[in-house]
């Protein structure tokens, strides 16, 4: 084991699997080769990552999660408790899909929350916020607040985790101040002057 990053005693860690410095494996989790994990990660009890995943800094993986070959994390993601990837979309049990792996894309400082479904092929934007139990089955906007089954937008989020009141497509948030304006569907932050 590497003085770089922690693995706990009941975990494994294949050959092949790169793990980047800071990153804390504990419980029950199983590295696969060929994955990659970057720096300061946490992967707590119980979580799975498939060969050739790729987990960017300090993603927080929370118990009981598999992150499935084809799915990619960004940096900054937090994924909550027991949240669900598939990589498959018509899965059969006597029927190989290997070759049917989709892509599935979470963007920079998305969160996801406990017990939350991805479906495979989709890609989060940016800081969105998948809410607790949602089903996500199409691609989700930067920022963009998610709830229910199947996912739907029911407003905006800060970068720093907060939502947003807009007023005429304009808002400011309440916590970090960062500006945001609403155009045609997408919300972008607003450069300070």
Not at 4 to 19: L, N, Q, T
Not at 71 to 83: A, Q
Request: net charge positive; charged share 20%; aromatic share 6%.
């Amino acid at each position: 084991m590497s003085s770089d990053y922690f693995v706990h005693e009941s975990s494994y860690v294949d050959a092949g699997a790169k793990i980047g410095k800071g990153t804390k494996i504990w419980h029950f989790c199983h590295v696969m080769p060929e994955a990659e994990i970057g720096e300061g990660c946490t992967l707590g009890q119980n979580v799975v990552v498939m060969p050739r995943t790729r987990i960017g800094n300090n993603v927080k993986i929370q118990n009981n999660v598999s992150i499935y070959e084809g799915v990619i994390l960004e940096d900054d993601v937090f994924c909550g408790p027991s949240c669900v990837f598939t990589n498959v979309s018509t899965p059969r049990s006597h029927v190989s899909r290997r070759s049917d792996y989709q892509r599935t894309l979470v963007r920079q400082g998305t969160s996801i929350g406990a017990n939350a479904t991805v479906v495979c092929g989709v890609t989060l934007g940016e800081y969105a916020l998948i809410g607790a139990g949602a089903v996500v089955t199409s691609d989700v906007p930067a920022y963009a607040l998610m709830v229910g089954v199947p996912a739907r937008r029911v407003g905006w989020m800060c970068h720093c985790g907060e939502r947003l009141h807009l007023v005429e497509g304009r808002g400011t948030c309440q916590r970090c101040g960062a500006a945001y304006r609403e155009d045609r569907g997408a919300l972008r932050p607003i450069a300070s002057p």
